[in-house]
């Protein structure tokens, strides 16, 4: 299963110049979710051409499926909201490692919504107090990649969200230890550039693919599991919400551009993928030969759920011209055939 992955992080690295990361110690927190998990698969191809030094935080043991990623890379374990661990983690860098980390990427958090509301607290020390103490673990004009949500713009009701646009949710929504964590978030990363960093925010929005793990409850995710584990599809509402999907591979893809090459503080990242979650939930019953079905009304468990979510990718668009977007159609079958391998025996 983990060739599907490196297969497509060996075109990723085949599309973009690493060479400013030679010599370079870099740190990825939350490694092995999806996100990190692909980070790390291109790592993996160039830390020995550019001699790069890969430290991961994981707070878990790593699955052993993802073990070959981690191979000759520094491990860090525990709860990075630990202040301890961080003022150990300090003294070890400065003792053992004579310096900082050059480049960090912050993807560690719950982006699944029933962990995050699950531990509303951790969710918000996620993404602020650890973000802060993070920044001190960064060399002087390193790079520093938060990745934020598109959540952050909740509350508006327009497609073609732009960067400069403004959420207006309340502090007591359903979801706000998310929204305001990853909003903090933002605001502590603009404290922290003060033009001797390179600072990047990513507004990531619903990125899919291989690399998950099982029991993600991520709607898409959700629904290739209830294929394989009951042999139907049955969904909580009406399915009449809106979703912009991106693969991950594009989203990796975007990712290391703006890293490395963009011109701007704060991106959006997100496929073009738009469809309801009905469309999408019919999509994968055919896939893979289960039955649907659906409430007339909207029964859904989950409150405060956004009802549209589709983002304005013109900014990066502006400076790297993607156009090539894996499709939704493509994107299913590469995913479901990861699924099945967590699934299937």
Not at 30 to 49: D, F, N, P, R
Not at 185 to 190: S, T, W
Not at 206 to 225: C, H, I
């Amino acid at each position: 299963m983990l060739s599907i992955i490196q297969e497509e992080t060996s075109q990723i690295v085949n599309k973009i110049n690493f060479s400013s990361l030679k010599n370079k110690k870099i740190l990825i927190t939350g490694a092995s979710g999806i996100i990190g998990v692909y980070i790390l698969s291109c790592l993996q191809e160039i830390k020995k051409e550019f001699n790069i030094e890969v430290f991961c935080w994981v707070n878990n043991d790593i699955e052993p499926i993802f073990q070959p990623l981690f191979d000759g890379c520094v491990i860090i374990k525990g709860d990075i909201c630990d202040n301890s661990l961080l003022e150990s983690l300090y003294l070890d860098l400065y003792e053992n490692y004579l310096s900082g980390f050059d480049f960090i990427i912050h993807a560690a958090g719950y982006g699944q919504p029933n962990k995050f509301l699950d531990d509303k607290i951790k969710t918000i020390q996620l993404n602020t107090t650890s973000t802060v103490n993070l920044f001190k673990l960064l060399n002087a004009g390193g790079t520093f990649v938060f990745m934020s949500t598109s959540e952050v713009y909740s509350g508006i009701d327009h497609d073609n969200i732009t960067e400069s646009d403004i959420g207006t949710s309340s502090t007591d929504h359903p979801r706000s230890c998310y929204i305001e964590g990853k909003r903090c978030g933002e605001a502590i990363c603009h404290a922290f550039n003060n033009g001797k960093n390179n600072v990047k925010i990513i507004r990531l929005s619903l990125a899919y693919g291989p690399g998950t793990k099982q029991n993600d409850q991520r709607v898409l995710n959700s629904l290739f599991q209830k294929a394989f584990q009951n042999g139907k599809i049955n969904l909580l509402d009406s399915g009449s919400s809106m979703r912009t999907y991106g693969y991950i591979s594009d989203i990796i893809e975007m990712i290391w551009n703006i890293s490395l090459f963009g011109q701007q503080t704060v991106y959006n990242v997100a496929g073009t993928s738009k469809i309801t979650i009905l469309d999408l939930a019919k999509n994968i019953a055919n896939l893979t030969g289960v039955t649907l079905s659906a409430p007339k009304n909207d029964l859904s468990q989950l409150s405060g759920v956004p009802k549209n979510v589709n983002l304005c990718l013109n900014r990066y668009l502006s400076e790297f011209n993607k156009i090539n977007f894996v499709s939704l159609e493509d994107g299913l079958k590469k995913t479901m055939k990861w699924q099945k391998g967590l699934y299937v025996n």
